[in-house]
């Protein structure tokens, strides 16, 4: 965020609030959220070809028949693509510049079942880049993690999107210098613990300065964890976390490398079926590059699925640091803190 082409992103890049040109696009969060969730696929063709017109860039009005020719006009300056509705089997890599991509329709764009680079949906390497109203749905690749977004570097913002049915929704390099905030959007039946690259997650941040993830849903895992991140800092509130019909999950957020910041207000449901049923929440598991002292993990609600009866922990820490813990509601079975 310390460079001038990020500082000129202004108001939609680099703050922790949903940005008013989200706020413009969709001016019903409630209705948004609730398409996206609902989405079935749209009653045009699937297409690996080139669709005329249908991606857009807002400022000039040029129209291009694949994302990617798209986001190569747009080159390292600062445009919209907006997706007319359908579904693609398209992919794109962005190198520079700072992109919004925009379902013209929240929730009636679905990218499935083609990566980059034997990667992603979309690859993005650039100054920055927003999601909006988008669905990845179906992303896998040979070594297992194929994703909805593969981040390399810059920052990222994503409102109103649907990850579904792959082995990863977001995974990131590491990029200490740029923020990630994730907003109103749904991570459903991804993750995996069968492949050689070792466990896919729902989201997986490399280190990264920080994440912010609100009010979104995270169901049905199919291996790994739900949230795990790197990142330095972590803004982790209003979400829901329900593994009742997950597949040998672990973990529903680990903060392996030591995290500050606030986990607050969501709510955890463990499921049956777990790799890993010790813990809710972990935290320094792993190599420790960040302090965790003042970590904030407050007002949250944790149980486990109706007729299940079990001994877990809702916080281990690894770091034996300074943590805030108050106003969680814990199921009766469920011990609220153990130092490892």
């Not at 330095?232 to 392996?256: C, H, R, W």
């Amino acid at each position: 965020m310390g460079t001038p082409a990020l500082q000129a992103l202004g108001a939609y890049v680099g703050r922790d609030i949903i940005t008013p040109m989200i706020q413009n696009a969709y001016p019903s969060p409630v209705r948004a959220l609730a398409v996206i969730a609902a989405a079935v696929l749209p009653a045009a063709v699937v297409s690996a070809q080139p669709v005329p017109d249908a991606f857009t860039i807002v400022e000039n009005g040029r129209r291009f028949a694949t994302l990617q020719e798209a986001v190569d006009a747009v080159g390292s300056a600062r445009a919209t693509i907006r997706i007319a509705p359908g579904t693609y089997r398209q992919c794109a890599v962005q190198e520079d510049g700072v992109i919004v991509y925009e379902a013209a329709e929240p929730g009636s764009v679905i990218f499935k079942a083609r990566s980059c680079e034997g990667k992603a949906a979309l690859v993005l390497r650039g100054v920055g880049a927003e999601i909006r109203g988008l669905t990845f749905s179906n992303m896998k690749v040979p070594d297992g993690n194929g994703a909805g977004i593969r981040l390399e570097k810059g920052a990222l913002n994503v409102a109103y999107a649907r990850f579904q049915d792959s082995e990863q929704g977001i995974l990131t390099a590491n990029d200490p210098s740029s923020r990630i905030y994730i907003t109103r959007s749904t991570f459903t039946g991804l993750g995996t613990c069968e492949n050689s690259a070792g466990c896919a997650h729902s989201i997986y941040i490399g280190n990264y300065g920080s994440l912010t993830v609100r009010e979104s849903r995270f169901e049905r895992g199919m291996g790994g964890h739900y949230v795990k991140a790197r990142s330095g800092q972590v803004t982790i509130e209003n979400n829901s976390f329900d593994d009742a019909n997950g597949k040998g999950t672990n973990y529903m957020i680990d903060l392996p490398a030591g995290s500050v910041g606030r986990i607050a207000d969501n709510l955890f449901v463990q499921g049956r079926d777990k790799e890993n049923y010790s813990a809710f929440i972990a935290l320094g598991a792993e190599d420790l590059l960040h302090s965790s002292d003042g970590l904030e993990v407050v007002n949250n609600e944790g149980r486990f699925v109706p007729g299940l009866s079990r001994s877990s922990v809702f916080l281990a820490d690894w770091t034996a640091s300074r943590i805030v813990m108050k106003g969680n509601k814990l199921a009766a079975e469920l011990k609220q803190y153990e130092q490892r």
